[in-house]
């Protein structure tokens, strides 16, 4: 009787799953806040209906939603799953990834070669019978089809006009104006490293978004340098955010930036670059990310203005990544002319390929999109049913600065207007004045640029003159002599790294200086390596490199070794690649010695390839004398084993447990602690392998750099001695049960069809387990934490203590807990 029940259950669980396997995953399988409830109104038939990616509401509530690849389908949500009514669209259009209904007509963005191709069209009902019958090609797009194509279209606040968000495989549209200076230029001082070389003949401006009037007539250029941001949405102030794409092969090297919301300001310049040439967030010609997500595949957003849900939720932008399967709700929260925020996941479930999101002006309810690259698709509704009190918004209004900066945005302002902003110790407005200016004729400002007084304008004026300079090589000693004129130790912060960034640029875009200057601006920029910022020292090696410096070589080289952290051990191998002089045996054997290390090191794709090419350019400015006297470094082949972020060696200390530490966590933090050697800590412990702390670190674990506001000392040690105990659904991973019994655990990284990719090893981000949707009988979450135990067990106590400090400092060296 029991095999025979055994034989029914199996057989019943088996029958489940294989229907699993061509539904969407059940409600009860997605995780949502608390308060929240999701319903699963629809479950797309794939072979007939495709797979939905893009979604808009009608003037009747009805929802319309494109299939990838294939046609458009009206769905009218019913009080239940079974009520809702779907129907196919008769018109010959789709394969849209941009819906909008506005003003009586469907908006759709095509990204592949239907139709007349890639572009923005519009459908209209000319006949009054509920059916669109004529669609209309109102601007083309140029550039191959691709998944960084056209995306998002969303309508301006005041209804007259559009903004249409693409990727950076799409050439700019020629627009006819653009609040983007048209001089942009890619801005680094060494040749790029090319690694699996994706889009390696892209240059600036990447990713860029544009407006246009309703009829996509006239075309304005609003930012640029995002490199796939999908979709837009915009707040009640009329400020724009995205969600853009992080570059997965770049995992683990030092020009990673994850997926992260930023506040599309007008004229911004983002900072993507191709290949290794992207920029660091320090870099004040680029603007600052709001809030950093991690790894994913940025996908629909929308606020959620007219849900009928408690404030904090109404007002929340919300974002969809695709590939972990989980919906953010990110609090936005003012901060002088731009924005900080936090994320919150709102909701999660693996698989859930989620695509959009629309708050329908109807019922108040949230309804959302899975699907894409023709994985099986479904319709969600989520509702809020606790007990806080649900709609409201809040009605702030823009901050004076904020406004400040919307003036400024303004085309046609003056140099007048400009000038006095340039020295706002606001990033947002500072940048927001310098486009005003950039804007403006160059004689009416280069003499005034050349002779400012005030350090924090003067850097912010000559950035303006050495990117609108147009290559005229006579302007680059005017704007080093007016450079030599700042005194580093008098600037402080982000002011530091402008400065050394203005050299950079000036260097960039003008040519290199001749011997005599060079050799004036060693002496002078040498003795100021090292400092306390890491960031810093890292453009301070890199122009030192570029200008010739042998006695960089020196101080730098052993960073190579003995910096804490993967990626900024990688920096200095970049950077000294090209150094020519200043090497002894002892040094380049030392640095080639760091190769052996780094080929345990993990990355993503283009990981190997990168290490690889920055030891070929090391090792093409040697002789053959110099390479014969290192030649048993050269020749050594590295032993396979766990990466080691730390050239000394590592002993067992004590398995520590909290009672061990907890005694220490009040006196011992409260001052005389070390910053450096915290941080040094971190990269010990590999936490930075997975941790970003600070903009530094690793990405597939959570972002540390809050976690002084979000936890108490003993809970923080806590989390870390024993990361099993409690673990956060946002990084918990899921155990996938085979036919054949087998478990594959881990987490969804990405899909295509039935094939589910999961990461298995946070250590090992791009090794990943191929498994098949249809193979799995089971799923659920696991009980243990993908995060190791065991970390600080080769760590001494008063290193722990450091560490800990550290963490809560938010990496701020000045913190009072921190010797000096």
């Known amino acids: 009787m029991k095999s025979l029940l055994l034989t029914l259950w199996l057989a019943g669980s088996l029958a489940s799953y294989a229907q699993m396997a061509t539904q969407a995953t059940p409600a009860d399988k997605v995780n949502v806040a608390k308060g929240f409830q999701v319903e699963l109104l629809y479950s797309v038939p794939k072979e007939t209906e495709g797979s939905w990616v893009a979604m ?159 009829d996509g007539k006239r075309w304005e250029l609003i930012n640029i340098g995002t490199r796939n941001t999908y979709d837009i949405a915009i707040n009640r102030h009329g400020d724009l955010f995205g969600f853009d794409a992080d570059m997965e092969w770049d995992t683990g090297m030092p020009w990673y930036r994850p997926t992260r919301v930023c506040f599309m300001q007008s004229g911004g310049e983002f900072g993507w670059r191709t290949c290794s040439k992207k920029w660091p967030v320090r870099w004040e010609d680029s603007l600052p990310p709001v809030v950093d997500i991690g790894p994913g595949s940025p996908t629909g957003v929308a606020f959620g203005y007219g849900a009928k849900f408690p404030v904090k939720y109404h007002d929340a932008l919300y974002i969809c990544d695709w590939s972990y399967g989980k919906m953010y709700a990110v609090h936005l929260v003012p901060n002088g002319a731009g924005y900080t925020g936090t994320a919150e996941e709102f909701m999660s479930g693996s698989p ?208 190579v070794n003995d910096s804490p952290t993967q990626e900024e051990q990688i920096d200095y191998a970049r950077i000294l690649r090209f150094a ?85 966590l009040g006196v011992g933090l409260e001052g005389n602690r070390n910053f450096q050697n915290g941080r040094n800590m971190f990269g010990a412990a590999t936490c930075f392998a997975c941790h970003r702390f600070n903009n530094e670190g690793g990405a597939v674990g959570p972002d540390l750099t809050s976690v002084a506001g979000k936890y108490s000392p003993r809970d923080l040690l806590e989390h870390i001695l024993e990361p099993s105990k409690e673990i956060s659904d946002q990084y918990g991973s899921t155990v996938f049960t085979k036919k054949d019994g087998s478990q594959v655990v881990g987490r969804i990284a990405n899909m295509k069809e039935n094939i589910m990719m999961v990461c298995t090893n946070m250590m090992d981000p791009n090794n990943f387990t191929n498994v098949d949707a249809r193979d799995v009988v089971k799923t659920e979450e696991s009980k243990v934490s993908m995060m190791p135990p065991g970390l600080l067990y080769m760590l001494k106590e008063d290193d722990i203590l450091d560490l800990m400090a550290y963490l809560l400092s938010k990496g701020n060296p000045e913190d009072p807990v921190f010797v000096k």
Request: proline fraction near 5%; charge should be neutral; charged fraction near 25%.
């Open 56 to 214: 808009t509401q009608d003037d009747q509530g009805r929802l319309i939603c494109s299939d990838q690849y294939g046609a458009l389908y009206r769905i009218t949500p019913g009080a239940k799953a079974a009520d809702t009514k779907v129907e196919k669209l008769s018109i010959d259009f789709g394969h849209c990834q941009g819906l909008l209904y506005h003003d009586g007509a469907l908006y759709g963005v095509v990204n592949d070669d239907a139709y007349q191709g890639r572009g923005l069209y519009r459908c209209k009902d000319t006949n009054g019978d509920d059916q669109f019958d004529v669609v209309e090609l109102l601007r083309p797009f140029p550039g191959k089809a691709g998944e960084h194509g056209p995306h998002g279209v969303v309508a301006s606040p005041d209804g007259k006009s559009l903004y249409v968000m693409c990727g950076n495989q799409t050439p700019e549209p020629s627009c006819e104006t653009s609040r983007v200076p048209r001089h942009w230029g890619e801005d680094q001082l060494f040749p790029m490293l090319l690694g699996r070389g994706f889009m390696r003949d892209t240059l600036a401006p990447g990713g860029w978004l544009a407006k246009t009037d309703l």
């Open 352 to 559: 859930l390929p989620l695509t959009d999101i629309e708050v329908s002006k109807k019922d108040g309810a949230m309804y959302v999109s899975v699907g894409g690259r023709k994985v099986q698709s479904g319709l969600y509704r989520v509702t809020y049913t606790g007990t806080e009190k649900s709609e409201g918004m809040n009605k702030s209004e823009a901050s004076d600065l904020a406004k400040i900066r919307a003036s400024l945005e303004n085309p046609g302002t003056s140099v007048e207007a400009a000038w006095p902003h340039l020295s706002s110790t606001d990033r947002h407005l500072r940048f927001a004045a310098r486009i005003a200016l950039e804007h403006q004729p160059l004689a009416s400002w280069k003499d005034k640029a050349l002779s400012e007084a005030n350090p924090r304008a003067a850097l912010t004026a000559l950035m303006a003159l050495a990117r609108s300079s147009g290559g005229d090589k006579m302007l680059l000693k005017p704007i080093l002599d007016a450079l030599g004129k700042i005194d580093f130790t008098s600037l402080k912060g982000l002011d530091r790294s402008t400065l050394i960034r203005n050299y950079m640029l000036a260097f960039a875009r003008l040519g290199e200086p001749d011997a005599a200057t060079k050799a004036d601006l060693i002496a002078k920029l040498n003795p100021l390596f090292p400092t306390h910022d890491t960031g810093l020292n890292r453009d301070l090696a890199e122009l030192l490199v570029f200008l010739g410096d042998a006695g960089i070589v020196a101080k730098a080289a052993p960073l």
């Open 580 to 664: 020519k002089v200043g090497w002894t045996k002892e040094l380049r054997a030392d640095y080639f010695r760091w190769f052996l290390r780094a080929a345990n090191y993990k990355g993503g794709a283009s990981f190997d390839l990168f290490i690889g090419e920055i030891k070929k350019d090391a090792l093409a400015t040697m002789t053959l004398e110099e390479k014969q006297a290192i030649k048993d470094v050269l020749d050594a082949k590295p032993e396979i084993q766990a990466p080691s972020f730390t050239a000394k060696p590592m002993q067992f200390v004590k398995a520590w447990t909290v009672t061990d530490l907890e005694k220490s």
